[in-house]
DNA sequence: GTCTATACGCAGATAGAC
DNA sequence: GTCTATCTGCGTATAGAC
């Protein structure tokens, strides 16, 4: 069985355990810890060992992100709707960490691998949004011209709000929403700063 | 000698590799073999070790930051020319990756530090911002509330843009201009992506 | 499919010579 | 200030029993 229930567990929990920490930081140890086996048993799903089991990962992860993503643009017919969508659903998901994946996760796995799955996170993250972004202009929604480097700004807007601790109160002790930040700066991104006369 | 000339020319490589890989990812023979030296030789420079090289090289590196971002802001008297200042100097350092440092590089130290070093992060690179916010804001510049949230969002923006390969042409064949993505995307953020009449 | 046992190398750290 | 030598523990990986 290629995809037997054990395995399947042990990919959730390093799925998660490799979009929080990364490659590096990441032992078999802990994965098996976590999924309640000793290390050595996953070498029987994984006999290429840990960069298998990242790769594997890094692209289910992908694919799930690409259909989070499309079915929250789906939702709404409006950017201004589809953008808050598309927010909520990353702020549901561990961290993607972009700057990490081009730093630090890919130089340390096989060149050609990384350049693949380099790819592949371009493809699923950015493109839906600039799409969704071309569509609303197609709409006369919005104007402007570089689509596709506002859908990686956004996005990197949006990831940025992973790094504020949740669960905590900030110095003027109001709680923090991830959610309510997302909206105010989708706002100020379709909206603009400057006054408007 | 508490500063000596070789005890600087460790933190100099520790600050760029601990920059570009996170705490984890780096290790003492990493930074002794770009030094010229042994790693044992590291702990008469450090001795309590890679932590406390750690601790000494963020700290450095959010001194430095703080002096840029301010030098960049000082020179314009505009928040469009400060925020394009203030972008142009987080392009020519080493990523700070927010993401990283709260998910993987603060839970592997001693908590009271990591703490400590959390706020300092915000009081470095969001504080400014704010400021310069605030004060646009004052000159009836820019209007809109939630100027905190405001200033982590550009910085998550800008700070994106270290994701994107630079040296690489993109699909386009256009050559990739990290300076040119964050004009394009303060623009925006300043006048916004909804058409005005 | 999971286990125990084991090998091997690497990372962090210490002692003491020069 | 830097070295060599050495210790200890951890992380990856393999072999083979159950």
Redesign the pocket.
């Known amino acids: 069985?290629l995809n037997?229930?054990?395995?399947q567990?042990?990919l959730d929990v390093a799925e998660r355990l490799f979009a929080e920490r990364g490659f590096?930081a990441?032992?078999?140890?802990?994965i098996?810890g976590e999924?309640?086996?000793?290390?050595?048993?996953?070498?029987?799903?994984f006999?290429?060992?840990?960069?298998q089991m990242f790769i594997e990962v890094t692209e289910r992860n992908m694919h799930r992100h690409r259909a989070g993503i499309e079915s929250a643009i789906a939702a709404y017919g409006d950017v201004r709707g589809q953008l808050k969508a598309v927010a909520g659903w990353l702020l549901s998901q561990p961290p993607i960490d972009l700057i990490r994946m081009t730093h630090s996760d890919m130089p340390a796995i096989d060149a050609t691998e990384a350049w693949r799955l380099s790819e592949l996170a371009a493809e699923t993250m950015i493109e839906p949004i600039h799409t969704l972004l071309q569509s609303g202009q197609a709409r006369g929604e919005i104007e402007h011209g570089d689509l596709g480097v506002i859908a990686g700004g956004v996005l990197g807007m949006i990831g940025s709000l992973h790094s504020v601790p949740e669960d905590i109160f900030t110095y003027n002790n109001v709680p923090v929403d991830r959610a309510a930040m997302a909206h105010t700066l989708i706002d100020v991104m379709l909206d603009g700063l400057i006054k408007r006369e």
């Open positions: 069985m037997s229930e054990a395995r567990r042990v590096r990441v032992t078999l140890k802990d098996a999924v309640g086996i000793r290390h050595a048993s996953l070498y029987h799903h006999p290429r060992g840990k960069e």
